[in-house]
């Protein structure tokens, strides 16, 4: 990464993290093999197994919508997983998931109506996310999206750069973002379209269809409900050896192409979402969410 490109996005996330409410959390997932629609019960399950970590994105009162602070928090997150020298380098699989049963409802447009209304500032919101959504999913280790309840514009972009999406019976995913008068901005577009084709992409981008996870298991976007340890191959001694895994996931990055490509592909991205963010479609979409809030 260029050194001007790394010394923006660390000025970013300071600024970011001043804004908005909600927590990322990076903590070790229990044994117990956790469904999408179990996270409320983690806490009474048994002891939890160093080897498997949980992602929780938490800010119930925005249906885990992510403020600022949170990018910058899930980003941290991303440097320790990629740290070869912290604890975590034996982490066997990251399960990213939402807390009260909402996976993710993308951007905290309460921050975006008040703080987020230039293309300056959604140009530096998609720079910041692209970057750790792009290091998440080149990660070494399998990780598995855990949908239940939404995952909306921005969430759907996130369940998207995950390895994998489980999803269960009632969660649905959508793109709302032509809605709010935007396109893609974190790279959903580039994995939309590696997952269902450029046709399908542009259809659903489009149409912003609410997907049910029938439909996206249809699509192949997403796989059957199952606990979330049964993703890495069976559960407690059963579990895969961690270095055949991580031999996968090396084995399954190396067809992703040359690096380059994505680059750019995330550069043209962020232009056209750049030249969206702060319009008079976004602006009018802003104001009405922010007025429809207001008592």
């Known amino acids: 990464m260029p050194l001007r490109h790394a010394e923006s996005l660390l000025k970013i996330r300071a600024k970011f993290a001043q804004l908005g409410s909600g927590?990322?959390?990076?903590?070790p997932l229990s044994s117990h093999a956790l469904h999408?629609?179990?996270e409320r019960h983690a806490a009474q399950a048994r002891q939890p197994d160093s080897r498997v970590f949980g992602l929780c994105i938490d800010n119930p009162s925005r249906r885990n919508a992510v403020s600022p602070a949170m990018m910058t928090q899930l980003a941290e997150a991303v440097d320790a997983l990629e740290s070869p020298s912290s604890h975590l380098a034996s982490v066997y699989g990251v399960v990213v998931y939402g807390a009260n049963s909402t996976f993710c409802s993308g951007f905290d447009l309460s921050v975006?109506?008040?703080?987020f209304t230039t293309p300056a500032s959604g140009l530096h919101m998609s720079m910041l996310m692209q970057d750790t959504l792009r290091r998440l999913r080149r990660l070494p280790v399998h990780v598995v999206a855990a949908v239940d309840g939404y995952a909306l514009g921005g969430g759907a972009e996130?369940?998207?750069?995950?390895?994998?999406?489980?999803?269960?019976?009632?969660?649905?995913?959508?793109?709302?973002?032509?809605?709010?008068?935007?396109?893609?901005?974190?790279?959903?577009?580039h994995w939309l379209v590696q997952t269902v084709g450029r046709s399908t992409a542009l259809a659903l981008l489009a149409s912003c269809d609410r997907l049910s996870a029938?439909?996206?298991?249809?699509?192949?976007?997403?796989?059957?409900?199952v606990g979330m340890l049964e993703e890495y191959g069976g559960t407690g001694d059963r579990l895969v050896a961690t270095e055949v895994l991580r031999a996968a996931k090396r084995a399954v990055l190396a067809t992703d192409g040359d690096e380059s490509v994505l680059a750019s592909g995330l550069e043209n991205e962020r232009q056209v979402f750049g030249s969206v963010?702060?319009?008079?479609?976004?602006?009018?979409?802003?104001?009405?969410v922010s007025s429809r809030k207001k008592p």
């Open 36 to 38: 999408p629609s179990q």
């Open 214 to 225: 029938h439909r996206c298991r249809d699509l192949g976007i997403a796989t059957r409900a």
């Open 112 to 115: 975006a109506a008040a703080e």
């Open 277 to 288: 963010w702060g319009g008079p479609a976004n602006l009018a979409a802003l104001q009405s």
């Open 23 to 27: 927590s990322v959390r990076l903590h």
């Open 158 to 189: 996130l369940a998207l750069a995950c390895d994998r999406r489980v999803m269960g019976d009632q969660a649905a995913l959508q793109f709302v973002q032509a809605r709010m008068g935007v396109s893609t901005g974190w790279g959903g577009t």
